[in-house]
């Protein structure tokens, strides 16, 4: 704001609010486009940022106060999504204006947390927020931020959503025995018998102790399933040693560890209501609990399912 003759003046330009609020529409109308995975084409997303930084500009012209409502800003959300994106029913319309939403605040809460780091200059016009300068560092240190969530954040939060649907019921048949566990499809699995080549399905051995040998049940519950030696000693003393391996892996909590798998009769999985039979896959067996809250009890390959 300047003086002039003692009377505040304020000088907007119109072209930076344009162009600052276009980029802003984009990327927000981007991450939307990658977290629903919609099939709508680039120019139309440029479209929809375009309408909604005219909307923008308008309000900060004398006479267009009136379009800073509430009603006028939900209308131009819903304006700008019809715009950008393709919506073949009702459920992909409120997921779209789910994500547009929740990325707006995301965005907002990330520029004016990056607007007080840098000590930028704020002032609100209209229902329009004008900044001082235009400071495109706090622009580029939000869109960093936003990029980086989307990567790291949104995998552990789309597990949280959707880990009911990544969960199978799995049946393990072993010496006409057979269980049933829940089993989580882990896409960072890539456990494989080095020797057959064989994936690996790892199941807690609480769960699948009923099915197993009394000799491999020992070895388990005396806690010596690290130790190469005894597990040698008491498989070659037992009739079922040609159907259990020694898997090497590593966690992050467990380096060069050692894993004790078997040989399944079959194994089936639960898809659409149906029992099907996986390719061949070996049981490692662990002895502690995969999941925390008890919402599975195993670990399967994507690739084993039929």
């Known amino acids: 704001m300047d003086l002039k003759d003692g009377v505040g003046v304020k000088y907007f330009y119109l072209d930076v609010i344009w162009l600052d609020n276009l980029l802003v529409n984009f990327i927000i109308l981007w991450v939307t486009w990658k977290l629903s995975g ?40 819903l304006v700008m999504l019809a715009l950008g ?6 459920k992909d319309f409120l997921k779209l204006l789910g994500y547009f939403y929740g990325i707006t605040f995301l965005l907002g809460g990330a520029a004016f947390g990056f607007y007080y780091f840098f000590d930028a200059g704020i002032e609100v016009a209209g229902g329009v927020f004008i900044i001082r300068d235009y400071p495109v560092k706090v622009l580029i240190f939000s869109v960093v931020f936003i990029i980086m969530l989307y990567r790291w954040l949104w995998p552990l939060l789309r597990f949280q959503i959707n880990r009911h649907q990544l969960v199978y019921q799995t049946e393990v048949w ?10 989580l499809m882990d896409t960072g699995n890539e456990l494989t018998d080095p020797i057959s080549g064989c ?7 609480e769960l699948i102790k009923s099915i197993l ?5 020992k070895i388990y519950l005396q806690g010596c399933e690290e130790h190469l030696e005894y597990i040698t000693k008491v498989m070659a003393e ?58 599975y009890h195993a670990l399967i390959q994507p690739h084993i399912i039929p």
């Open 38 to 77: 919609n099939a709508a084409p680039m120019w139309r997303l440029w479209c929809s940022a375009g309408i909604g930084a005219f909307y923008a500009a308008f309000l900060v012209l004398p006479g267009f106060s009136v379009l800073s409502g509430l009603l006028f800003k939900v209308l131009l959300s």
């Open 85 to 90: 994106f393709q919506i073949r029913s009702i």
């Open 174 to 183: 072993f010496d006409n025995r057979s269980m049933i566990v829940e089993a």
């Open 199 to 205: 994936p690996v399905i790892v199941v807690e051995f």
């Open 213 to 217: 040998p009394q000799e491999v049940q």
């Open 238 to 295: 037992s009739t079922w040693i040609n159907r259990f391996h020694i898997v090497p892996y590593h966690t992050l909590d467990h380096s060069g560890s050692m894993l004790l798998a078997f040989r399944p009769d079959r194994v089936r999985v639960m898809l659409n209501g149906s029992w099907l039979e996986t390719r061949d896959a070996l049981i490692g067996i662990r002895n502690r609990k995969l999941s925390a809250n008890d919402e």
